[in-house]
């Protein structure tokens, strides 16, 4: 598993933030953390609920404060997924956590992509940045964000939608989801892994997604499930946040490997990887520990990721080949 090529297209730069560089950033502007170390700070990385992580999730996020915040937590998430040879990243971020804060969108963009330009010419990690909005936000809010974006619309390839799922229904964006269609973004939302499979139908039939991240809470409904097979619509798990999170009772009862068999395009990600424990082959490795994934079952997996990417035709079978031939 280690030596596949991947591509990673569920993982949250936020969620990158290390204990190390938190309180590395924290000094750099003087803002005060409970944590007296990188252990301790480590071991705070505690939750039991979605809304608990996030709670710990945003309070990380405030160390980010400029351009080369943003590029240091890009570059070492790049770094860990070279290690990891993962060879094409399809990244989210969360403008609205930042500009929240007063931080200018231009300084966001400026250290993320000037970071994912640097990965793609030292490492060869492809890339394409998609923006998010916080569901648990309004769509006027939303819309805002989208227009305030819209200068650097050469800097993302599409538009996603996370943060609480419950309660925020995908149908709350449709308006902003619309807007970015008639821009030619690709068009992604979290559903599925707090909620239950009404999400990802609302998702599919309000915003008109093409792929679902999560999406796990399918099994609930066989129509549904076919419904994936039947038009390729991915999913894109991660199956130690799943664990993490308590949206599987333990990794053995996880269903990525079913839905797999039943022809789903289901590929396997990190998510928010310094607070769940895990980068890309953390989890492959899961797999295999907790389901007794098979190197076929974990190949179909990694050529399910080039699939589902947003690369083009070429370039994914160029990957797929690459794959197929270990």
């Given at each position: 598993m280690h030596a596949l090529p991947k591509a990673e297209l569920h993982v949250h730069l936020e969620g990158t933030l290390e204990p190390e560089l938190l309180l590395r950033l924290a000094q750099k502007h003087g803002i005060p953390t409970p944590y007296e170390s990188v252990e301790a700070a480590r071991t705070a990385y505690q939750f039991d609920s979605l809304q608990s992580f996030l709670n710990l999730y945003y309070k990380g996020a405030d160390v980010l404060r400029d351009a080369e915040d943003f590029?240091?937590?890009?570059?070492?998430?790049?770094?860990?997924?070279?290690?990891?040879?993962?060879?094409?990243v399809e990244p989210f971020f969360d403008p609205q956590t930042h500009t929240a804060r007063d931080i200018p969108l231009d300084a966001v963009f400026e250290g993320i992509t000037g970071a994912l330009r640097q990965g793609e010419k030292e490492f060869g990690i492809t890339s394409g940045l998609i923006l998010c909005f916080l569901r648990d936000l309004s769509e006027e809010a939303a819309l805002a964000t989208f227009e305030a974006a819209l200068p650097f619309r050469d800097q993302f390839v599409g538009v996603g939608l996370?943060?609480?799922?419950?309660?925020?229904?995908?149908?709350?964006?449709?308006?902003?989801?619309?807007?970015?269609?008639?821009?030619?973004?690709?068009?992604?939302?979290?559903?599925?892994?707090?909620?239950?499979?009404?999400?990802?139908?609302?998702?599919?039939?309000?915003?008109?997604?093409?792929?679902?991240?999560h999406g796990i809470a399918c099994e609930q409904d066989p129509v549904l499930v076919a419904y994936l097979r039947e038009h390729a619509i991915p999913l894109t798990v991660c199956p130690l946040s799943n664990l993490k999170l308590k949206a599987v009772p333990s990794m053995k009862e996880h269903n990525i490997l079913r839905l797999l068999k039943e022809g789903?395009?289901?590929?396997?990600?990190?998510?928010?990887?310094?607070?769940?424990?895990?980068?890309?082959?953390?989890?492959?490795?899961?797999?295999?520990?907790?389901?007794?994934?098979?190197?076929?079952?974990?190949?179909?997996?990694?050529?399910?990721?080039?699939?589902?990417?947003?690369?083009?035709?070429?370039?994914?079978?160029a990957h797929l080949a690459r794959v197929e031939s270990m």
């Open positions: 590029y240091t937590l890009t570059w070492e998430y790049l770094t860990r997924a070279h290690a990891q040879n993962v060879c094409h996370d943060s609480a799922e419950v309660g925020n229904p995908p149908s709350k964006f449709t308006r902003v989801f619309a807007n970015a269609k008639a821009e030619g973004l690709h068009l992604v939302a979290h559903a599925g892994e707090e909620g239950d499979s009404s999400y990802i139908w609302d998702a599919l039939n309000a915003l008109h997604v093409t792929r679902i991240d789903v395009c289901v590929t396997v990600n990190s998510d928010d990887p310094a607070y769940f424990g895990g980068y890309m082959n953390e989890n492959y490795e899961a797999l295999v520990t907790h389901l007794g994934a098979t190197k076929e079952e974990l190949k179909a997996l990694t050529c399910n990721s080039f699939r589902a990417s947003f690369l083009g035709e070429k370039d994914k079978q």
